[in-house]
């Protein structure tokens, strides 16, 4: 069966050592987005006391000639805490730490996305922005076919698969059950699991949280997951489309609103979003994979409840649109919009901006604009 | 192919180490409903900020009902009614597993929400104070769907010596039946007992007594919690009526049944009636015993292997070869219950037993 090596190592032993008490030390593990602009790379310190907040804990340093984020000749870069959560593996009073990522003259790196969408969540405060994303992910084995899937070969079709329950129609709940607790403890805000129309397929969401904090939320959720995974000795992919033919692809649906649309008559201000979305389609689809649309290509096809890459639609309660209006939206004339397009591997910093500038700052043409 | 899913082979202490991490106050409540087959169940989980106290505390949900055929893509949210809770006996407390009903878009009833007219019926007859208890008939797979154990490409010794013993060479499966009863009894749900079946792998469970509306409610919260169970071993659970062809037992979910009139002095003379009544309907029962209109049943109720024949109503005291069986006890005390024997196992209790009631205690009534 292909799960890792290491996932056959004792559990028992390694949980005696883990329980050996740290006296007042605090081991920080730094996490960072790499030079892919998808990969997350981490590193721990010891600190000697436990940080009561972001300003307690120090800025640090990587080599970026490992990640593919500069060369070897000036190589250092800066890490910069920006979030922290509780460590649901080596637990309290241990840390996860968020960091943006600069370079050698304290400029943002190509892939920290973080410092411009902050700037402009700054910008649009007062309106108070709610996001909460989506993510769906296959589970793979380490021979990259998906788990439980048989080997060489396809499971049954999709049909039964989707928030299903048996053996043979969920496979890996044990991955999402951990996944899930680890992210409470974090203090990450999960608010849902579901098994997805693809075997070996599941969805978690994370929201309804506020500005910048959406990307920093989704980013440490994905890293929870790719360390939960690996325990098991199995792998999360966010590929959008990881297998072809008649088997659904993983999207990023973002869910969005304002204090305008959440109050009395907020249907409104959707619609008018909605248009100016409407007019900027492939301002947002470049922005919504890491590839400037080529991954979301081999997703978007119109089928498999997505909307067709090269148009926008919308529609109430219709899954097969580009921006989907929930039905109890419609009915009480108040609420949210979800964006069907951002793609599994979406860098969620580029989509929250990108609806920013779009729907709140009423921008327009192919450019962000500069402030 | 394996016995088992790989799923079931992933390290559990590991496991056990996350599951056990503490929460904070939240709450995680697993929504559970019945899909466009009328037999299947799906589930997915929200947080909530805070443990709910009551079904009053938890909200309304949605779902994709297009993933479930339930609905179209074009117009796919269905909604989801919370209307009984438990405790969640996987992820434990303060977790909770919800049973919902489904609604479609305009808020009329899903076309499997059987839920929503049973109801009105027990409404409609709650001074009579029906109980019933209903006996889950199930047998376990092998992934590949072969009955568990059984020797591939064979047949294990043939039926006798399977019914409730004890011995690996006699019993297969006890570990699945433990942990789902144990798992039942955390969670709430009125499991009444457990027993090995004639089939070698075959199993049942009952649920009750329980007061009208909720006999269905427990058990289809008892099926996920057998289903989820299996699901952890790595192994499936099938309510199939008949899961194996030739000379073995198929599987039903008799269904007891009592008023109060019935379980007092004298009460034989009510249960008589009530069977006078169902005698005049039974094709009109047996369309609703199973999710497709009685061809399930058909490959069931042949009159061998301690059926009757689904052509012909038939009853006696203590005899299982009969659609209803008055149990001996019952007989000679002149009063208590009977058992309808027809229901398949992959029955709707919701269906069974509003068409119960509605022809024992509704006269006058025609049709479903």
């Not at chain 1, 498999?304 to 919308?314: D, G, K, L, M, Y």
Request: glycine share 10%; net charge negative.
């Amino acid at each position: 069966m292909a799960t890792s090596a290491s996932a056959c190592l004792s559990k028992v032993v390694k949980q005696r050592y883990m329980e050996l008490p740290q006296g007042d030390k605090v081991q920080a593990m730094y996490i960072w987005i790499d030079g892919t602009g998808e990969g997350l790379r981490c590193k721990t310190r010891t600190l000697d006391s436990e940080p009561k907040s972001i300003e307690d804990l120090p800025e640090w340093n990587f080599d970026g000639s490992s990640t593919s984020q500069s060369e070897g000749s000036n190589s250092d870069m800066y890490l910069i805490p920006a979030a922290m959560f509780r460590d649901p593996f080596r637990r309290d009073p241990n840390k996860l730490v968020l960091c943006e990522v600069m370079k050698y003259n304290h400029k943002p790196t190509e892939t920290n996305l973080r410092l411009a969408c902050n700037k402009v969540m700054d910008m649009v405060k007062d309106q108070h922005p709610w996001f909460g994303m989506e993510q769906e992910y296959t589970i793979l084995g380490t021979d990259g076919h998906p788990f439980g899937w048989p080997s060489n070969g396809f499971p049954g079709p999709q049909g039964p698969y989707y928030c299903g329950v048996g053996a043979d129609k969920a496979y890996g709940r044990d991955v999402v059950e951990a996944h899930y607790k680890a992210c409470l403890y974090a203090g990450v805000d999960i608010c849902g699991t579901n098994a997805e129309v693809m075997p070996a397929q599941w969805e978690f969401q994370v929201g309804p949280t506020e500005g910048i904090k959406m990307g920093d939320h989704l980013w440490v959720a994905r890293f929870i997951l790719h360390r939960v995974c690996e325990d098991f000795g199995v792998v999360a992919s966010f590929d959008p489309k990881p297998i072809q033919g008649n088997w659904n692809g993983a999207g990023c649906h973002t869910n969005f609103s304002t204090k305008e649309m959440r109050e009395e008559g907020g249907l409104k201000a959707i619609e008018e979003s909605i248009e100016r979305l409407g007019k900027r389609h492939h301002y947002h689809i470049r922005a919504y994979d890491p590839k400037g649309g080529l991954d979301n290509a081999r997703r978007l096809t119109g089928r498999h409840e997505t909307s067709s890459i090269h148009e926008f639609s919308a529609g109430v309660a219709n899954r097969g649109a580009s921006i989907r209006i929930p039905r109890s939206v419609g009915q009480e004339k108040k609420g949210y919009f979800e964006d069907r397009r951002p793609s599994a591997n979406c860098d969620p910093y580029a989509v929250t901006e990108a609806l920013i500038r779009t729907c709140l700052l009423a921008e327009e043409g192919e450019e962000p604009t500069e402030y | 192919m394996e016995s088992v899913s790989a799923c079931s082979k992933l390290n559990k202490t590991l496991r056990q180490h996350y599951l056990n991490l503490p929460q904070g106050g939240k709450c995680q409540v697993t929504y559970i409903w019945i899909d466009g087959s009328g037999e299947g169940l799906r589930n997915k989980t929200r947080t909530l900020d805070e443990e709910p106290k009551s079904i009053a505390d938890i909200p309304e949900w949605n779902f994709d009902g297009s993933s479930t055929d339930q609905s179209k893509g074009s117009n796919s949210d269905m909604y989801l009614v919370p209307v009984q809770m438990f405790r969640d006996p996987f992820i434990l407390d303060p977790n909770k597993l919800v049973l919902c009903e489904v609604l479609k878009y305009n808020r009329e009833p899903a076309e499997t929400n059987r839920r929503i007219s049973c109801n009105k019926v027990m409404e409609a007859t709650k001074e009579h104070c029906v109980w019933f208890g209903m006996e889950q008939e199930y047998c376990l797979l092998s992934m590949d769907r072969y009955p568990y154990r059984w020797p591939k490409g064979g047949f294990p010794r043939p039926q006798g010596p399977y019914y409730c013993a004890v011995g690996a060479d006699c019993v297969y499966g006890r570990d699945i039946v433990e942990c789902h009863y144990k798992a039942c009894l955390y969670a709430g749900i009125k499991i009444c007992g457990t027993n090995a079946e004639v089939m070698p792998g075959q199993w049942e469970f009952q649920v009750g007594p329980c007061e009208g509306i909720d006999v269905a409610d427990h058990l289809w919260v008892a099926r996920f919690i057998l289903h989820r169970v299996c699901e952890d071993f790595g192994l499936l659970a099938t309510m199939d009526p008949k899961p194996m062809e030739g000379n073995w037992n198929g599987s039903g979910c008799h269904t007891n049944v009592s008023t109060k009139q019935m379980r007092e002095e004298g009460g034989l003379k009510y249960i008589e009636q009530a069977i006078k009544k169902l005698s005049q309907r039974h094709q009109e029962h047996i369309s609703v015993y199973d999710p497709h209109g009685g061809e399930d049943n058909k490959r069931r109720l042949t009159g061998h292997h301690e059926t009757a024949n689904i052509e012909v109503f038939s009853h006696g005291v203590a005899n299982r070869g009969a659609s209803i069986r008055i149990p001996r006890q019952v007989g000679q005390d002149g009063r208590g219950y009977f058992e309808d024997r027809r229901p398949a196992a992959n029955c709707d209790p919701y269906s069974v037993a509003e068409a119960i009631v509605r022809t024992c205690l509704l006269e006058g009534e025609d049709g479903e």
